[in-house]
């Protein structure tokens, strides 16, 4: 099952292509046919956001076809058929959108994580640290904290949690960065570090069942009885079909 922040960010990176939408000049197409494009591209990537994938679709194919040279409409469109396991469709369009615009951060971005989560970590590491460094990268965040994670599939946590940290620094209160130091910081023993991430995280958004399982182990190994406890009934009570409820045994009677 794959994390809730995992999703969130993936999420959060397609539904910020709506306000940053350009007509694509020098592609044949009249004025009329590239509004409405964007226009079709904003309601495909606001039911993306509310999961509503067959319209997602539906709209996002109507924004191709009245202008099949925008790269945003390619990027939405890999990023719907990623979420429904195409990932051949999704790899096409990704590569498609940065054809089309070479230097797009969100494009580097999307498809540098796309690679990582599949393993193709040379190639994804190079878009993401990319995107990371442009310098009209309005959210280099994103895409620092995408490079972390996937150092840490790498086997690179040193690396990763300078990539976290980088982000922390870009925008501090950057849930899915803060999510990341906590795990790190709790599996180098840095227990404290660990609590102190997740406090910041529960000031700017709700627990995760990865937020609760770290926050539940690291007042274990301080010795925390009752907060340990807390979290253990928070976790079973929010989320008690995840990975996380599942490797934690139940309160004994």
Known sequence: ????????????????????LSACAGTGKSAKDRESADVYLQLGVRYLG???LELAKENLLMALKK?????????????????????????EHYETA?????????????????????????????????AAAM????????????????????????????????????HAAYAPALLEMQKISYKNGEFWAAKGYFQRYTNIAPPTSETLWYAMQT????????????YRQQLFEKFPFSDEAKKTKPAQR
């Open 1 to 20: 099952m794959q994390p809730e922040s995992s999703k969130a960010i993936k999420i959060v990176s397609v539904i910020l292509l709506a306000s940053a």
């Open 50 to 52: 509310l999961n509503k």
């Open 67 to 91: 202008d099949s040279h925008n790269a945003k409409v390619h990027n939405a469109l890999a990023f719907l058929y990623e979420k429904i396991n195409l990932y051949d469709d999704a790899r």
């Open 98 to 130: 940065l054809d089309l615009a070479p230097d797009d951060s969100g494009g580097q971005n999307n498809y540098g994580r796309f690679l990582c989560e599949r393993g193709q970590f040379e190639e994804g590491v190079a878009l993401l640290s990319r």
């Open 135 to 170: 310098p009209l990268n309005e959210r280099p965040w994103m895409a620092l904290t995408n490079l972390g994670r996937c150092q840490v599939s790498m086997g690179q946590p040193q690396e990763a949690a300078v990539s976290f940290r980088k982000a922390l620094e870009a």
């Open 219 to 230: 007042e274990r190994a301080l010795g925390n009885r009752e907060p340990a406890e807390d």
